[in-house]
């Protein structure tokens, strides 16, 4: 883990090579309108790594400089210095995954105020006065996918877990309510509540462990994000319970598809972050050029099992471009 010292050296040195990136500019507050900053909400992260790409392919296709800078934890107290950083360069939109839905406002809005066209990707903020648009997957709906896919998988019956990140991520939270919401729809299955592991395998594995001490007939877990899923399949694995307690995750990064294959996980829901890049490209080149802009885009997922992996091996995500 990098402390915020170095972190700042990092974003100080990122600033001047920014400085000294050549672009048209425009006559909007003196921005860039060349060049389009993507700030996601973390670094080495395959989603975000798939959305970087698409992003990139379609900002060269018509004709801009996508340049990306991410913090190395998803937090806001991370992201809000390589914001800041960006405001002083000014390109001309920045594309940007909160990492808080009310922190990540105030930094965001700064940038807004420089003139700079912000798009919001992946997550958004509670605040919907500040970003022009909002490009993510409907994880509503994808945490009612996982819903099903789960009764499926356990028969329609037993009690069930849902094991999310942090409080106050839009994106997980939206899935876990997602995921109650459709549960109501199966009289045979309960539901054992939204437990909170910080992001933390450890102690996603501390709260299976203590679940299943309470409830041993626990029959399904979801897990919101890829640390929930591998600190519940930890927690499965102690307890001699792996494959017996079916568990659903969420996305497809490189490590979960491997999960997957080995029957660690029995299904996995599915983004499509490429597109979501690509999306938000083009409502950021379209404020840039001052055309209209669609203020709300969700996208499609799909459930993954091992029976559909090679069908669907077009969701998975990269590790790199």
């Keep these: 883990m990098r402390t915020v010292t170095v972190m700042v050296a990092v974003l100080a040195t990122a600033t001047a090579v920014l400085a000294g990136c050549g672009g048209k500019v425009g006559n909007s507050g003196g921005v860039d309108t060349k060049r389009i900053v993507l700030i996601p909400g973390v670094a080495n992260e395959p989603f975000y790594i798939s959305m970087q790409c698409g992003a990139q392919d379609e900002a060269r296709k018509l004709g801009y400089q996508l340049q990306t800078q991410a913090p190395t934890q ?16 000014k390109p001309g939109a920045i594309l940007i995954a909160p990492t808080h839905a009310t922190a990540m406002a105030a930094p965001i809005k700064q940038a807004k105020d420089a003139g700079i066209k912000v798009i919001e990707v992946d997550t958004a903020l509670d605040d919907t006065s500040i970003a022009l648009s909002s490009i993510s997957s409907d994880n509503t709906k994808g945490g009612q996918l996982a819903a099903r896919t789960l009764a499926k998988l356990v028969g329609d019956k037993g009690p069930t877990l849902v094991i999310n990140t942090k409080a106050g991520t839009s994106t997980t939270d939206q899935r876990a309510q997602g995921f109650e919401a459709e549960l109501k729809n199966h009289p045979g299955m309960s539901s054992l509540g939204v437990q ?3 992001n933390d395998a450890a102690q996603a594995a501390s709260i299976v462990t203590a679940t299943l001490a309470a409830h041993p007939d626990l029959a399904g877990i979801f897990a919101t994000n890829l640390s929930s899923a591998e600190g519940a399949a930890t927690g499965l694995r102690n307890a001699n319970k792996l494959g017996q307690v079916k568990l659903v995750g969420f996305d497809a990064s490189p490590k979960q598809v491997e999960d997957l294959k080995a029957g660690t996980v029995q299904a996995l829901i599915a983004q499509d972050p490429a597109t979501i890049g690509v999306d938000g490209v083009d409502q950021a080149v379209a404020a840039i050029e001052g055309k209209p802009v669609t203020r709300t885009i969700q996208t499609d997922m799909i459930a993954i099992t091992q029976a559909d992996m090679g069908a669907d091996s077009k969701y998975f995500y990269k590790s790199k471009c």
Excluded at 75 to 88: E, H, K, M, N, R
Aim: charge should be negative; proline fraction near 5%.
């Design 196 to 198: 909170y592991n910080n």
């Design 74 to 89: 998803f937090d806001a107290s991370l992201q809000t210095p390589i914001v800041t950083g960006v405001i002083a360069n």
